[in-house]
C-alpha cells in the first residue's frame, strides 16, 4: 500500500486508521468499524468547508494527472442500499473534468456477460492512462450478491469446482491477481465500502417512501434485500479480510452522515494522488525552441 497516511493533514479531523483494512488482518463490522464516526467534527459545517478544498485540489491533482499520461486512477465503490454511493460520486468528483473522468455502474449482467469470464465486463471499463475511472459497485458483487443468493451462480455455467475447491477462495485469490496486474501497470486502486448503519438505512427507506420526489429511488427489491442483511455483513467482512491488499487496501467509509463520507473519501482519493508525485512532462530544448519560434510568428502577424 502507498503510504497514504503522511499524505493526509493533520488537521483533517481523522486518522486513516480508522478507515482503513490493514492488509492481512481480520476485521469485524459490527465491532471494528463505527457508521456513526465523525472523527473530530460535530457538524458539517467545518467538513463542508474541507471538501470544497478539496474538490478544488482534486481538479488540479487530475490536470497533471492528464497531462502526465502515466498512471490512471480506479476508485472501486461498494454498499448496500441508500448508503449513498451516488450522492458522493456526484459531489466529491463535481470538480473534475469530465472529459477525463468516466463511471461505469454494474447492474445485473447481460446474457453476453454471462457468456464470459466474471471479470470481463470490469475490465472492458478500465481507465485510459491519465484519467479517472469510477465503478459504482464492480466484480466484487461476484463475492458478495451472488454469495448471498447462490442460485445466480446457475446462470453463469461454471465449470467444475474440484473436490476441496472454495469458489469463494479461487475468486479472492483472481480478484486479487487482476487487481496486482492493474496496479503493476500504473493503475492506482482505491475501494471504498460505505458502511451504513441497519438503523439509518431504515430512516433512508422510509423517507424514500414518504417523500414523492424521492419515490423513484425506491424499489420492493431494496426491502427483500434488507431482509439478508447479517448475510451480507458475514460476505462482505470476509471479502475484506481476504481482498485488502498492499497494493489495493479496502477503506470502510462511515456512511451514516452523508458529509462526513463525502469528506473522508476525498481525503483519501488526494492522499493517494498526492503520494505519486505527479509532475508535469518537462519540456525539452528542441521542443522549447519550438515554443519560442512559434511565439515570434505570432508576435509578427499583421
Not at 131 to 149: A, D, K, M, T
Not at 186 to 200: A, C, H, P, Y
Not at 250 to 257: E, L, N, Q, R, S
Amino acid at each position: 500500500m502507498r503510504n497514504l497516511t503522511k499524505h493526509l493533514p493533520a488537521e483533517s479531523g481523522f486518522d486513516l486508521k480508522h478507515l482503513v483494512v490493514e492488509p492481512g488482518s481480520k476485521i469485524s463490522l459490527r465491532k471494528d468499524f463505527d457508521p456513526k464516526y465523525t472523527g473530530c467534527f460535530k457538524s458539517k459545517e467545518g467538513a463542508l468547508a474541507e471538501l470544497k478544498s478539496n474538490i478544488e485540489q482534486m481538479a488540479n491533482e487530475q490536470d497533471v494527472l492528464s497531462a502526465g499520461d502515466t498512471y490512471a486512477l480506479l476508485l472501486v465503490f461498494q454498499a448496500l442500499d441508500a448508503a449513498g454511493k451516488d450522492g458522493t460520486i456526484k459531489h466529491v468528483m463535481s470538480g473534475v473534468n469530465p472529459q477525463g473522468c468516466e463511471v461505469s455502474s454494474f447492474k445485473a449482467p447481460s446474457q453476453e456477460e454471462l457468456d464470459h469470464d466474471y471479470l470481463w465486463r470490469s475490465a472492458k471499463r478500465l481507465p485510459q492512462r491519465g484519467r479517472i475511472g469510477i465503478f459504482n459497485r464492480s466484480y466484487y458483487e461476484e463475492v458478495l450478491v451472488v454469495r448471498v443468493h447462490p442460485d445466480l451462480l446457475k446462470k453463469q455455467h461454471l465449470a467444475p469446482l474440484g473436490k476441496n475447491d472454495s469458489l469463494w477462495k479461487r475468486r479472492f485469490e483472481e480478484i486479487n491477481c487482476f487487481e496486482k496486474y492493474l496496479v503493476n501497470n500504473g493503475i492506482v486502486i482505491l475501494k471504498f465500502f460505505l458502511n451504513i448503519s441497519k438503523s439509518e438505512q431504515k430512516s433512508r427507506f422510509l423517507k424514500r417512501i414518504e417523500e414523492k420526489e424521492k419515490n423513484w429511488k425506491f424499489s420492493a427489491a431494496d426491502i427483500r434485500e434488507r431482509r439478508y442483511w447479517d448475510d451480507y455483513m458475514g460476505a462482505y467482512e470476509d471479502m475484506f479480510n481476504h481482498t485488502s491488499t498492499d497494493w489495493a487496501p479496502w477503506f470502510i467509509i462511515p456512511a451514516d452522515h452523508k458529509w462526513f463520507t463525502r469528506l473522508c473519501v476525498s481525503e483519501i482519493i488526494i492522499a493517494a494522488l498526492k503520494s505519486l508525485g505527479l509532475k508535469y512532462p518537462e519540456t525539452s530544448d528542441e521542443e522549447l525552441a519550438e515554443l519560442q519560434k512559434a511565439k515570434e510568428e505570432l508576435l509578427n502577424e499583421n
